[in-house]
Every structure is written in C-alpha cells, then in structure tokens.
C-alpha cells in the first residue's frame, strides 16, 4: 500500500473526516461501508494522533477512539486471486485515548480498492491476536485478547468467514481446547482436515498474567472438534517482586546496553531513572549475571525472535527465561532433579533480590 497520502488526493476534509473519524459496529452481518476516510487512513497509514492532528481535531479525549489501520494482532491473508484480507487487531495500547480493538474485515484488490465490512458486536466481537487460516473460500479465525471484561476463560474463540459473502459465524466446537488463547501459531495439515495450535499465551484467571501454551492442540475441521496432542508436565514458574511492584529488569538491561554502546548521554539519563525509580544508585552490570548458576550449565543465550527471551541449557535441557514487567517466567523444557531445581531457584530469588534490593517470591504452577 502507499504511504503518506495527502488527504485532499481523497477529498478528506476536516468535515467529512468528523464524520468518518470513529470506529464503527455494523447493522447486519456483514455491513459493507463506503468511506473516503477510510481509504485515506488505509493508503496513508496513519496513526489516530497524526490524522487527528492533520485534521485539526477532535481530541480522542472528548470524541473517543480515532479509526486508524496502523494495528497490532491483525490477521493478513493472501488469496489466490490477488485479493488480501484483513481481520481486526487494535490500535494504541490500552491507556492511549486512541486504543480500540476492531471487529472490521478490510479487502485490499489488486488494483488498489478497498472494501471495508462491519459487523454487529453480538455477531463478531473485537479481535486482536488471533490466527486466520485460509481453507478452500472460508477463513477459520481462531483466538483473541480482546478486552478484559469480554475473556471466556475456559473456552477458545472462534469464528469463520465465509469469503463468497463475507458473513461471519460463530463455531461451535468441542472436546479440550487450548483455552482463552492469543499469540499463538495455527498450521493447516497437508489433507487441510485439521489445524494445528502452538505456543501464544492462555488466561487461566481473571487479573493474573497470562501464561505460555507449552501443548500443540488440534481442531478438527469437520466435526470442529479440540484434541490435545501433549501434555508437558514441565516445572514452570513465576517470580515477582513481594510487594507487586513492577520490576526494573528491562529498564537495568537498557542502562547495560547504551553503557555497552557508549552512548554517554542516554545512559546518564537511564541511570538518572533509574535511580529515581529505585532510590538508590543501581549496579547495572548484576543483571549480566542473573542467570549464572553455580551447576554445570551453557552461557545464555538472548532470542534473536522473541522479545525480553533467553535460555540456558542445563543437562541437555533448555531453561527458558521470559522477562515481563510484574513477572519473570521459567520454564524448564524437560526433566531435571529436584536437586538443581531447587538451587535454579534459589539462587534465581537471591539474583533478583541483590538487582532490584527487594524481595522477590515464586509461585510454581
């Protein structure tokens, strides 16, 4: 698609953008809109706070949420005939006045055009996270975050979008699913009777983090039927801070990195935070040393692919370490003796404890 597109090449005024500037639920199953300033916002590729500064207004704060297609956890499907569908994510993160969650199918032609479609809430939620498999002339929407207040834990969403009319139905299915899952990976077996699920993330409980889907699960497509294909007993933990503070590690590895890179005045100011933050002067270089152990192991290693992930290996078993702003998450992919459990995490509390001078706590799970 092009970018920065001026709007007057769409005959976008500050007007018609008033009238066009906020998302949308449809009337009917689906609604297909017309809209100037749609086209414009997908051609220029414009955040809500640049259109709405283009546009001179409004405010998001007294307006609400400004349609945008600059979105995370949007689903991009090619089809055979050219055409590119795309499915829901969001915009903004959730403290933004501009963060919204779609429930919007857009259609990007060959030639350029597009076609937006909308659909009534009760009908297709808000969507973002989730998987799109192509199958035949039908689209299997599989998962989503989505809102809090909106997450069926025990169940796994799912919808399917019929391509010769774009109506969109909900699935019915059974058997053990995956759960509230988002984040994850939906591969189409080769007979394209089943999809198989991996990795993403599960809310197991109402306000408490997300955890990793660690099981590859099944659906079949034609009884729309969940199977699960393992059930790894592997140990996993999580570890926080005791007063539920978040935690600093992410900030100490940048003030370690602008250190390594010599950028004199970004540390200055990463440590001038930290030290607000923290109230007291922080010895960045511990956090090199957060997860050396005093057994037998391999050097870290800092996913290239996954942000915030590292691993070891201890025995030939990777130990995966996942850094998240209120948590920091192990799992240990395989067997280990309770002997090196134990040392692993005892020696993980006294690492976190020396790094931020607080108390840290583990709950396994």
Sequence with gaps: MEENIDSKEHGVTPQLFKQWRSPRFGNSNPQKIESTVWEWLVHSKLCGYLSTQKMDGPSPLDEGPTWSFDRFGQ????????????VGGEHEDHYDPDFHIYNDVIVEHPNGELDFYCYPKTDFPPTDFHTATLIGSKIVIIGSLGYPQERVQASTQLYLLDLDNFKITTIASCGESPG????????????????????????????????????DWKLGIESWTWQRLTDRQWPRWELTRKDKARNHVYDIRRALWSHEVNWKEDHQEDMARLEKSMGFSVDFNLVKT????????????????????????????????????????????????????????????????????????????
Excluded at 75 to 80: A, H, I, N, V, Y
Excluded at 187 to 196: A, N, R
């Design 290 to 365: 957060l997860y050396q152990f005093d057994f037998p192991h391999e050097s870290l290693v800092e996913d290239e692919e996954e942000y915030n992930v590292y691993w070891i290996y201890v025995d030939g078993v990777r130990v995966r370490f996942v850094e998240k702003m209120h948590c920091l998450t192990v799992t240990v992919e395989g067997s280990l003796s309770n002997q090196t459990l134990t040392s692993m995490k005892e020696q993980l509390i006294s690492n976190l404890n020396e790094l931020e001078r607080s108390e840290w706590t583990i709950n396994e799970y």
């Design 75 to 86: 689903t991009k499907t090619q089809l055979p005939d050219g055409r590119i569908v795309y």
């Design 180 to 215: 509230w899952i988002h984040g994850h990976e939906a591969t189409l077996d080769t007979s394209q009777t089943s999809i198989t699920v991996t990795k993403g993330l599960v809310e197991i409980e109402s306000g408490s983090p997300m955890r990793e889907n660690i099981d």
